[in-house]
Structure formats: structure tokens, C-alpha cells
């Protein structure tokens, strides 16, 4: 009579390992949404620079197509291995004096391909640079 009363015992044994397998995946997940978050802020952050120094750069030449080649070498030799491709280059401005010499970048960044995941973000950055006054004119 007493051994049909007793109930089996119940214990823990086990729980931790199914916790384990149902959050790594998740936790995995989350790890590498971070990494691919912060690449794109980077990539970005470098892109407003890269923008920047490009409209100075283009904004100093004499000339519109000597501005643009400008522009183009300091955001090709500025841009490094941020972009998976290569890097679009849109001038656009008035180039006479008191005007404006504005520079559009864009480009896809790497996001989680460098991990093997092929997902990649177009991402652009802008700037403008006044003509400056003693730039190399022409006499």
C-alpha cells in the first residue's frame, strides 16, 4: 500500500542544458546584429569625414573639373576598406566666386560579409564647402 502513495521524485537535471541550447542561438543572434550595427556607424562616421575633406579638397581648385578630381583622389585615398565596392562620387554646386562646391558619397558597407553573412548597407554622407577666396585662380 505504501508504494502506490509514493510519488516519483522530480528533479532539475537536465533544465540548464535546454536553457542553454534555447538561448545561444539568440544570444548569437543578438552578438552579431551588434557587430553589424557598429560597422555601419562606423562606415558612416567615416563617410561624413571622407565627405568633408573632399568638398575642402574640391573647393580649393581653380576649376569645376579640377574640383571633381579633386574631390574623387581624397575620397578614394580617404575611404580605405570600408566599402564593399567602390565608392560614388556626385558632385554639385556653383562654381563662381561666393559660391558653394557640395559633395554626395555613397557606398555599401560590408555589414556581417566579412563573417561569411552576405548582407551588406547603402550608406551616404554629404558635405559643403564654400569656395574659397584665395584659391588658385587664373590671373
Avoid: H
Avoid at 550595427?37 to 571622407?50: F, M, N, P, R, V
Avoid at 566666386?97 to 551588406?120: E, H, K, P, R
Wanted: a positive charge.
Amino acid at each position: 500500500m505504501l508504494a502506490d502513495t509514493v510519488r516519483p521524485r522530480r528533479t532539475d537535471a537536465g533544465v540548464s542544458s535546454v536553457e542553454l541550447v534555447l538561448m545561444a542561438p539568440l544570444l548569437m543572434l543578438f552578438i552579431l546584429l551588434l557587430i553589424a550595427l557598429g560597422q555601419i556607424s562606423q562606415a558612416q562616421s567615416t563617410l561624413d569625414g571622407t565627405a568633408r575633406d573632399a568638398a575642402r579638397a574640391g573647393a580649393l581648385q581653380r576649376d569645376w573639373n579640377s574640383a571633381v578630381a579633386a574631390a574623387r583622389q581624397t575620397a578614394n585615398a580617404n575611404i580605405g576598406g570600408t566599402c564593399a565596392g567602390g565608392i560614388t562620387v556626385t558632385p554639385s554646386g556653383t562654381f563662381e566666386a561666393g559660391g558653394m562646391f557640395t559633395i554626395t558619397l555613397s557606398c555599401d558597407v560590408q555589414g556581417l560579409s566579412s563573417l561569411g553573412i552576405g548582407w551588406t548597407k547603402q550608406v551616404s554622407g554629404r558635405s559643403t564647402a564654400p569656395l574659397d577666396t584665395y584659391r588658385r585662380v587664373a590671373p
